[in-house]
T-cell receptor, first 114, second 115 residues
Framework: TQLLEQSPQFLSIQEGENLTVYCNSSSVFSSLQWYRQEPGEGPVLLVT?????EVKKLKRLTFQFGDARKDSSLHITAAQPGDTGLYLCAGKPRPGGSQGNLIFGKGTKLSVKP | NAGVTQTPKFRILKIGQSMTLQCAQDMNHNYMYWYRQDPGMGLKLIYY???????DKGEVPNGYNVSRSTTEDFPLRLELAAPSQTSVYFC??????????????FGDGTRLSIL
């Protein structure tokens, strides 16, 4: 069974702090996606990373895909209360795999206090 | 610009009852999915469809059925509700697949309790 392990499971920080959350697997993925989910809503896509070693930036969020395509990280600079939510990583495993083979991690629940 | 619409938002069922969770999308997406999200367990794929008339099982299909008669609609049926099916159910859709994973657009979920 291919798994995506996310860590930490919970994170509570003060506004202005930096943080990194991780998404790790023993399997290779052809691409990884990060979603953010707020209470009472469905997940919303933040980014897709495709190439090993790829780094993508979205304002204060920096996403990295590992060179071996087995892991990814999300770094938030100067966190704000609006960043509060559940961060989910999701991957399409290799080799092959249909669109139905998307695997989700359990998520990191982030709370940013003012 | 509705996106993915799920109804109802909340429902309480008694053990053994049946119900259908509705999902509709207006983005002309070929792919549609049903997930369940249990506390601390992430999203688990129940069923998915790559187009009208085509459905396939996901990771946790037991106790559920689906149909896809149109591109827009993808209802999920619970025939004999069991307490283990208490969960939040999300429907999602995406454009046609390819090498790069297409983004999935999620509805706001249906919160279902089986008592």
């Amino acid at each position: 069974t291919q798994l995506l392990e996310q860590s930490p499971q919970f994170l509570s920080i003060q506004e202005g702090e930096n943080l990194t959350v991780y998404c790790n697997s023993s399997s290779v993925f052809s691409s990884l996606q990060w979603y953010r989910q707020e209470p009472g809503e469905g997940p919303v896509l933040l980014v897709t990373v495709v190439t090993g070693g790829e780094v993508k930036k979205l304002k204060r969020l920096t996403f990295q895909f590992g060179d071996a395509r087995k892991d990814s990280s999300l770094h938030i600079t100067a966190a704000q209360p609006g960043d509060t939510g559940l961060y989910l990583c999701a991957g399409k495993p290799r080799p092959g795999g249909s669109q139905g083979n998307l695997i989700f991690g359990k998520g990191t629940k982030l709370s940013v206090k003012p | 610009n509705a996106g993915v619409t799920q109804t109802p938002k909340f429902r309480i069922l008694k053990i053994g009852q049946s119900m259908t969770l509705q999902c509709a999308q207006d983005m002309n997406h070929n792919y549609m999915y049903w997930y369940r999200q249990d506390p601390g367990m992430g999203l688990k794929l129940i069923y998915y469809s790559v187009g009208a008339g085509i459905t396939d099982k996901g990771e946790v299909p037991n106790g559920y059925n689906v149909s896809r008669s149109t591109t827009e609609d993808f209802p999920l049926r619970l025939e004999l509700a069991a307490p283990s099916q208490t969960s939040v159910y999300f429907c999602a859709s995406s454009p046609s697949g390819g090498r790069v994973w297409q983004p999935q657009h999620f509805g706001d979920g249906t919160r279902l309790s089986i008592l």
